[in-house]
Nanobody
Framework: QVHLVESVGGSVAAAGSLRFSCAAS????????MPWYRQAPAKQRELVGI???????DVADSVKGRLTISRDNAKNTVDLQVKSLEPEDTAVYYC?????????WGQGTQVTVSS
């Protein structure tokens, strides 16, 4: 059974930054495409960024220039860093792994940005 575990997101004032990670059991991450999503209260889950197995990334227009995704295959982790945070970034952030072994979700981590 594959498990994805996100580290604690946190609370920060507007204009601050946060970095959190997604870790997987086993070596699934090294060959997986890893999208990141977020879901704000009363809103649909939205894709904010993605990194493929080769390390290429793409991010949503809403966070472009502020969000960076990176991976460390040796540590079996994928990191998400968001800077210049805005109250509108408040949401639960989820990682996901798309691999030949299946499709897995993390449990989500709360990010709260105060104005």
């Amino acid at each position: 059974q594959v498990h994805l575990v996100e580290s604690v997101g946190g609370s920060v004032a507007a204009a601050g930054s946060l970095r959190f990670s997604c870790a997987a059991s086993g070596s699934i991450l090294s060959n997986a495409t890893m999208p990141w999503y977020r879901q704000a209260p009363a809103k649909q889950r939205e894709l904010v960024g993605i990194i493929n197995s080769g390390g290429s990334t793409d991010v949503a227009d809403s966070v472009k220039g502020r969000l960076t995704i990176s991976r460390d295959n040796a540590k079996n982790t994928v990191d998400l860093q968001v800077k210049s945070l805005e109250p509108e970034d408040t949401a639960v952030y989820y990682c996901r792994a798309l691999s030949a072994l299946g499709n897995y979700w993390g449990q989500g981590t709360q990010v709260t940005v105060s104005s």
